[in-house]
């Protein structure tokens, strides 16, 4: 069964500092992968996708991720944090198998963001 | 541009009592979902839907009903409410299955 695993529930960093946010999935076939961003009270909102193609992949707000096949990873990295990332990520899968194609997310990393 | 909206955003339930949670989407999506989101558990799929008409089960959708009368519309039915439902309840949709999905802001629900 595919399974995203996000390493790290929180993750705290200097405003300034790297971002970065780690995804791995198990899976042997290059899926669909997503991040997501949460901010309090609000649903989820895409930053960035992996289909096909270049694999690294640049969202939103300056975050960026790198599909890496033979790692099976897609972490999610920023050069330089500031306050309004403060959020909720979500590393998402989505594999098709015979005509099914059933969304997996990640258990979310809470990314905390000092001045 | 409305997108998905949800209603209600808050709700308070007893248990065994039922009630429907609305999610409407406006962008002709034919791909709806449901999740219930749980303190570090991210997001589950309850249950899901490809097109009018047909309706799947996802990973938890014990206690949960749902219907596809229309493309616009993806109610979410608790038949008997039991404080373990107590969740914060997303509906999202899709243009196509493996595309990104658009999430309403939530439906927060308390079951005492």
């Given at each position: 069964a595919q399974s995203v695993t996000q390493l790290g529930s929180h993750v705290s960093v200097s405003e300034g500092a790297l971002v970065l946010l780690r995804c791995n999935y198990s899976s042997s076939v290059p899926p669909y992968l997503f991040w997501y961003v949460q901010y309090p009270n609000q649903g989820l909102q895409l930053l960035l996708k992996y289909t096909t193609g270049a694999t690294l992949v640049k969202g939103i707000n300056g975050f960026e991720a790198e599909f890496k096949k033979s790692e099976t990873s897609f972490h999610l990295t920023k050069p330089s944090a500031h306050m309004s990332d403060a959020a909720e990520y979500f590393c998402a899968v989505i594999r098709a198998s015979g005509g099914s194609y059933i969304p997996t997310f990640g258990r979310g990393t809470s990314l905390i963001v000092h001045p | 541009n409305a997108g998905v909206t949800q209603t209600p955003k808050f709700q308070v339930l007893k248990t065994g009592q039922s009630m429907t949670l609305q999610c409407a989407q406006?962008?002709?999506?034919e791909y709806m979902s449901w999740y219930r989101q749980d303190p570090g558990m991210g997001l589950r799929l309850i249950h899901y839907s490809v097109g009018a008409g047909i309706t799947d089960q996802g990973e938890v959708p014990n206690g949960y009903n749902v219907s596809r009368s229309t493309t616009e519309d993806f109610p979410l039915r608790l038949l008997s409410a039991a404080p373990s439902q107590t969740s914060v309840y997303f509906c999202a949709s899709s243009y196509l299955r493996d595309q990104p999905q658009h999430f309403g802001d939530g439906t927060r629900l308390s079951i005492l």
């Open positions: - | 406006d962008m002709n999506h």
